[in-house]
């Protein structure tokens, strides 16, 4: 499987293709990484140095990529945290080219606009972008439960407001929706979840939430998910393999004391996810 990933990079720690690409390579997935951003450290940090990319320099690059003559060999495209307006036109110009070359491959994009705790953090002009024009390209999206708020207007919370809130959205585009961060009033205390739904049901996976705040946790879950829908079909399988992969990343973490997430200790839980949550069918 070949992935090509549009996304930020960062020199110290993991957020975006830095947390992205090397847990899908312990997977067995060939990724073409693109930057848009190479930043010292994530901007959680309230500083940090380094260039922006110009979208035309991107486009540059992924011109080059596609010079070589491998765009029919690539399976999925995948994007990220968008920081400006012009690379939108630069992902979306991307996946058309890619489909031209390989009518299978699909596009997934993590619509990155903010939490519940945060509320949005990105330019303002950036979910309208996403709403009206990325989303509906896009084959599959992992919004969190306020993301998919924002992108449907509506106020998902219980676990029917969400699941239509999530058909709201695949009738923008995407036939498959993978909302993390599930938080319901009615759940077990001290669990978090995700959802995941496509064309053949929809599937929901409890796990214990931990108290802590992760950058670029977001980013590995969109890529396993990602990778592992894409070679299974399944929306369950990937859903087990993503959460007990991520609990354990984030179990990790934790026990280590760090800010940082520890992508290169957890590498076998992606490896060989031990597959300790299972989800249930809720349509």
Known sequence: MKILSVQSAVAYGHVGNSAAVF??????VEVLP?????????????????PMIDPSDVREVIAGIEDRGVFGQIDAV???????????DVIIDAVTRVKAANPGAVYACDPVMGNAKSGCFVAPAIPVLLRERVVPVADIITP??????????????????????????????????????VERPDREEGTIEMLAVDDEGAWIVQTPHLPMKANGSGDVTA??????????????????????SVYDLLQATLDSGEREL?????????????MQFTARQVR
């Open 23 to 28: 847990p899908l390579q312990r997977i067995g």
């Open 34 to 50: 693109v930057y848009t951003v190479t930043f010292s450290n994530h901007t959680g940090y309230g500083a940090w140095r380094g």
């Open 78 to 88: 995948l994007s990220g945290y968008q920081g400006g307006e012009g690379i939108g």
């Open 144 to 181: 969190n439960q306020f993301e998919l708020g924002f992108l449907t207007e509506t106020e998902p919370d219980t676990l029917e407001s969400t699941l239509a809130s999530v058909d709201l959205a695949r009738a923008m585009g995407p036939r498959t929706v993978l909302v993390t961060s």
């Open 223 to 244: 890529a396993l998910f990602t990778a592992h829908y894409v070679e299974t079909g399944s929306a369950q399988t990937a859903l087990e393999r993503t959460a007990s």
């Open 262 to 274: 520890q992508l290169v200790e957890a590498q076998e839980f992606y490896a060989h996810p031990r």
